[in-house]
């Protein structure tokens, strides 16, 4: 059974930092492209950033990128993202996933997700 179980998430204020953490099992995580997504409230899954399962190749949303890092530890078997310069913007569930397909910065399919982590940019 595949699972992921995200952590990490919290209330932070405009310009602060946080770090995800993703845990997963039940698949070969050293063999497999990660991804972050998010939901704002109101709004549908956006795709955040991508990491391939060497941790070498990685991509990032345009409103992201720059503030954002992802990366990987494949013996702990631990998706991360960190968070800097947030942005009340930023505000969203937090997800990690396996199995996404995009057609460009566009999901278009989402295989497996987490339960989430709640990130709160506010002041």
């Known amino acids: 059974e595949v699972r992921l179980v995200e952590s990490g998430g919290g209330l932070v204020q405009p310009g602060g930092s946080l770090r995800l953490s993703c845990t997963a099992s039940g698949f070969t995580f050293k063999s497999t492209t990660m991804t972050w997504v998010r939901q704002a409230p109101g709004k549908g899954l956006e795709w955040v950033s991508s990491i391939t399962f060497g941790g070498r190749g990685t991509d990032y949303a345009d409103s992201v990128k720059g503030r954002f890092t992802v990366s990987r530890d494949n013996v702990k078997n631990t998706l991360y993202l960190q968070l800097n310069g947030l942005k009340t913007e930023d505000t969203a569930m937090y997800y990690c996933?396996?199995?996404?397909?995009?057609?460009?910065?566009?999901?278009?399919?989402?295989?497996?997700r987490g339960q989430g982590t709640q990130v709160t940019v506010s002041s």
């Open positions: 996933a396996k199995d996404v397909v995009r057609s460009g910065t566009a999901l278009v399919a989402v295989g497996a």
